[in-house]
């Protein structure tokens, strides 16, 4: 069971934590940590009728920076877009 149903060509996306250290193993203070552009898509409506959906739930996938509006849900921050915000799906 989802949080909540998408619209139309609407996803929900549970964003990736963002990086705690640097490579090099430097802790990067919450500051100066970058909203994640990488995310799984949680809950997707069903698309437009001339438009099917192409990314489905459990979708691993890769979106702009400022793409989305954040919301909470049960605690949680996820983002919801449209699917035209989102890239690609990786992996």
Not at 2 to 27: H, N, Q, W, Y
Not at 29 to 35: Q, R, S, W, Y
Request: avoid cysteine; glycine fraction near 10%.
């Amino acid at each position: 069971m989802s949080l909540m149903k998408p619209l139309a060509d609407r996803v929900l996306i549970e964003p990736a934590p963002a990086e705690e250290k640097t490579a090099s193993g430097i802790i990067i203070p919450d500051t100066a940590k970058e909203k994640p552009l990488r995310g799984t898509i949680v809950a997707a409506g069903n698309g437009k009728p001339d438009e099917p959906m192409t990314v489905k739930v459990g979708d691993s996938v890769i979106y702009g920076q400022y793409s989305g509006t954040e919301i909470k849900l049960e605690g949680k921050t996820y983002l919801i877009m449209r699917e035209a915000d989102i890239y690609g799906i990786v992996g």
